[in-house]
């Protein structure tokens, strides 16, 4: 049976929800719940009228929006294009894809279709014209630290050898400087470079570093000699004397290597570029 029509009331209410999300995409989040209300007047009022109370609305939800991420680690605020799209919501099922943009041409049509299909319902209630705007969500919190891939930790170390200085870093001062340095967002001062606990430590451990492979290089060479300097005490007295270092370690029962434990320099690791499956936590399926 034909439902009786009804003429479509000169007050409309809209019904303006805001989504976080790109206009005619599936979005399942609000800015604000529940939707706020507007009247509309379909003699006295225009679109242009309706638009601008809209986007006075969107600018107060962005406010309170913005309030609620006052406490979160992450924040985050709503970008208000311009000019933005007023979409509306025809029927009742009609999917996000299928919203359509109204303007000045079709939105008197527009609410008439809307109306239309209210009229169709089995039950009808009050008619409210459901008006969504989508806003774009942006990320306040600006990147803090960039990675330290090895290609920015070797550009930085270039940089801070390439700096004239009184003293350059060591091995461990520059692999620390260089991880620092290519963390940071900022253009790193790679002249001035930081003086705390740690890189103090570092320093010392560079130089015990250079005084252990000074004594190395001086030992190895020293092995190579055929002939070695020798102290003796005879009669009280201190004598130097050059001996063969090869019938001096047989007469002492010496082995013809060095005693000394070898040094192994360290090894650079490289890091993959890809990423690894991980074979040793992989649920076997059989």
């Known amino acids: 049976m034909a439902r009786d029509a009804l003429e479509m009331p000169t007050g409309v209410t809209v019904s303006l929800s805001v989504k976080i999300g790109v206009p005619l995409c599936n979005s399942r989040s609000y800015a604000k719940q529940p939707p706020t209300s507007l009247m509309y007047d379909t003699v006295e009022d225009s679109f242009a009228s309706l638009r601008c109370r809209i986007s006075d609305r969107v600018q107060a939800i962005v406010v309170q929006y913005d309030e ?9 605020t709503l970008k208000i294009e311009p000019d933005f799209l007023v979409l509306v919501k025809p029927s009742l099922h009609t999917k996000q894809s299928n919203f359509t943009v109204v303007h000045d041409g079709n939105f008197i049509d527009t609410v008439k279709l809307a109306w239309t ?4 319902k089995a039950t009808r209630g009050d008619f409210a014209l459901e008006v969504f705007e989508y806003l774009e969500k942006i990320y306040r919190n600006p990147q803090q630290l960039h990675r330290a891939t090895t290609s920015r930790r070797a550009e930085m170390s270039a940089r801070i050898l390439a700096a004239d200085r009184e003293r350059q870093s ?18 790193p001062d790679v002249v001035n470079l930081p003086s705390n606990a740690t890189i103090r430590q570092l ?16 030992r190895a060479a020293a092995s190579m000699q055929e ?3 020798v102290r003796f005490q005879i009669n009280d007295d201190i ?14 029962g010496l082995p013809g290597y ?7 320099a360290p090894i650079p690791t490289t890091v993959p570029l890809d990423n690894i499956s991980d074979c040793d936590h992989k649920v076997d399926s059989d």
């Open 68 to 76: 609620l991420q006052t406490t979160k680690k992450v924040k985050s």
């Open 117 to 120: 299909n209210h009229c169709m």
């Open 170 to 187: 060591g091995p461990a001062t520059l692999e620390y400087l260089s991880s620092t340095l290519a963390r940071q967002v900022a253009e």
């Open 203 to 218: 320093e010392h451990i560079d130089d015990s570093n250079a005084d252990i492979q000074c004594e190395r290089r001086q």
């Open 227 to 229: 002939y070695r300097e």
């Open 239 to 252: 004598v130097h004397i050059r001996v063969n270092v090869s019938d001096f370690s047989t007469l002492l």
């Open 258 to 264: 060095d005693l000394y434990a070898p040094f192994r």
